[in-house]
């Protein structure tokens, strides 16, 4: 990430921060330490999986796959590691969207905010050359 403009750093950092700040919340969520009181198991049985089993089967798998892409974002920046979390926030945001089509109309956006993450990870898959060099929003 040397060569890569501030802004870039910045979006790379974000991302960071995002899959392992998300994996810390999930995991704190699901043993009852984030004053939220089990949110995930909440949305997922309102999804329709009740099941306490296969509720922290998900939400032990989902927070492991953050805190991989996490790790992999920190410490092998790249176009694996970028492919890996889009692929991933992909799969997520089409299960939300099944478990919970909703929450794409919930006031803090958890799924929405996947739009911005993916033309980050999007900007940041582009070869340098095929970036715009333009600091300008163009029409």
């Known amino acids: 990430m040397n060569q890569h403009s501030p802004a870039q750093r910045a979006m790379h950092a974000s991302l960071v921060m995002v899959w392992l700040g998300t994996a810390a919340v999930s995991a704190l969520d699901h043993l009852g330490l984030s004053g939220l009181d089990h949110e995930g198991a909440r949305l997922l049985a309102a999804g329709g999986i009740a099941d306490a089993r296969w509720q922290a089967l998900l939400i032990w798998s989902g927070l492991l796959a953050d805190l991989c892409i996490g790790i992999a974002l920190l410490l092998r920046p790249g176009r694996a590691s ?53 600091s300008k929003l163009e029409p």
């Open 82 to 134: 970028y492919l890996a979390a889009l692929a991933l926030m992909t799969a997520m945001t089409l299960v939300g969207t099944a478990l919970q089509p909703a929450l794409w109309l919930h006031p803090l956006g958890p799924l929405l905010k996947n739009l911005p993450l993916a033309a980050m990870l999007w900007f940041l898959l582009q070869p340098e050359n095929a970036r715009p060099q333009s």
